[in-house]
C-alpha cells in the first residue's frame, strides 16, 4: 500500500454551486478572496494503510521519497473574489469558476459516447486551465512492470461527487500528483482511481468511474499524465525538478488555489 501523511483538506463543508442553474454562467457571486482547503481539517487521515490518493497534503519545502505523500505546512491561498457558475443547456452539468475566467463548450474528442460533453475553461489571455469531459469510454488500467514510475500525491482534497467503485478505486478526491521521470510531471484534476500499485504507475488518470452506459467523465488540465520524453510537449501539465517545487506549486499558487476550488465545486446531474 502506499505511504501516507496527514490531510491537507477542506475546513468546512465542499464547495456549493451558488444560485439557480442557467445555461452559460450565471450572475458572479462574492465569496471572499479566501480559499477554505488547510492542513489538519476535516479529512485527515486515520488509516496507514489507505491508498496515497485517499490522503495527501502539500510542503513547500524539502524532498520526499518517490511513491509517499507530503507533510502540509502551507497555509491558505487567496482566491478570486468574485464567481460565476457555468451550466450547460441542458443543466446537466454545473461548476463555479473565477468570475473573469472563460468557460466554453466544444466539439467532444472522437470516441465519446453519445451525449457527450466537452467544456474548456480559459483565462482571459486564452491560458488553458482545465476540461470537463464526459462520456469517455472506459480506460485501460494494464502497466506493464518496465514501464511504471515513481508517483507522489502532493495534494489530496475529499469530494462529494458521486462514483462507481470496485478494485482500484476510492472515494473521490480532488488530486494533484507527479510522476517521476526526467523531471516531475504534475497534474490536477478530479479522480476515484488509484494511480498504481506500490507508488508505481504508467500514467496517472483524472477520471472518475460513471455509471454502466454513461461513460467515464474527467475535470482537470490532463485526461491522464505520464512520464513525457525529452522531445514531447509537456503543456498543460506542470513541470519540476524537485518534489519541493511541485509542492510548493500547491501550497503558494494563487492559479491552483482557484482551480482547485473550480473542481471541488463541479456537480454532475445524471
Not at 513547500?60 to 460565476?84: D, I
Not at 503543456?235 to 482547485?260: C, E, I, M, R
Amino acid at each position: 500500500m502506499e505511504g501516507m501523511a496527514t490531510s491537507r483538506a477542506l475546513a468546512g463543508a465542499s464547495v456549493l454551486v451558488a444560485g439557480a442553474l442557467l445555461a452559460g454562467c450565471s450572475t458572479p457571486s462574492n465569496s471572499g478572496p479566501g480559499w477554505t482547503a488547510e492542513p489538519g481539517g476535516p479529512g485527515t487521515a486515520a488509516a496507514s494503510t489507505a491508498p496515497a490518493e485517499a490522503s495527501a497534503s502539500a510542503t513547500a519545502s524539502g524532498s520526499a521519497t518517490p511513491g509517499a505523500t507530503e507533510s502540509a505546512t502551507a497555509g491558505p491561498v487567496a482566491t478570486a473574489s468574485a464567481w460565476k457558475t457555468f451550466s450547460d443547456p441542458a443543466k446537466s452539468v454545473s461548476f463555479e469558476l473565477p468570475q473573469e475566467w472563460i468557460a466554453q463548450s466544444v466539439a467532444p474528442e472522437e470516441g465519446a459516447l453519445p451525449g457527450a460533453l466537452k467544456v474548456e475553461v480559459k483565462k482571459p489571455d486564452g491560458t488553458f486551465m482545465a476540461a470537463l469531459r464526459t462520456g469517455l469510454p472506459p480506460s485501460s488500467a494494464e502497466c506493464p512492470q518496465d514501464a511504471r514510475r515513481p508517483y507522489t500525491v502532493i495534494s489530496s482534497v475529499p469530494s462529494d461527487l458521486k462514483a462507481e467503485g470496485g478494485e482500484g478505486t476510492i472515494p473521490p478526491r480532488v488530486v494533484f500528483r507527479v510522476i517521476q521521470g526526467y523531471r516531475y510531471f504534475g497534474s490536477y484534476g478530479v479522480t476515484n482511481l488509484v494511480g498504481g500499485a506500490d507508488g508505481q504507475a504508467c500514467e496517472l488518470r483524472n477520471v472518475i468511474r460513471g455509471p454502466a452506459g454513461k461513460g467515464d467523465y474527467s475535470f482537470g488540465d490532463l485526461v491522464a499524465v505520464r512520464a513525457f520524453a525529452p522531445d514531447e510537449k509537456v503543456a498543460p501539465a506542470k513541470a519540476f525538478d524537485t518534489l519541493g517545487q511541485a509542492a510548493q506549486y500547491v501550497g503558494d499558487s494563487s492559479d491552483f488555489a482557484n482551480v482547485q476550488r473550480m473542481l471541488m465545486s463541479l456537480e454532475i446531474k445524471n
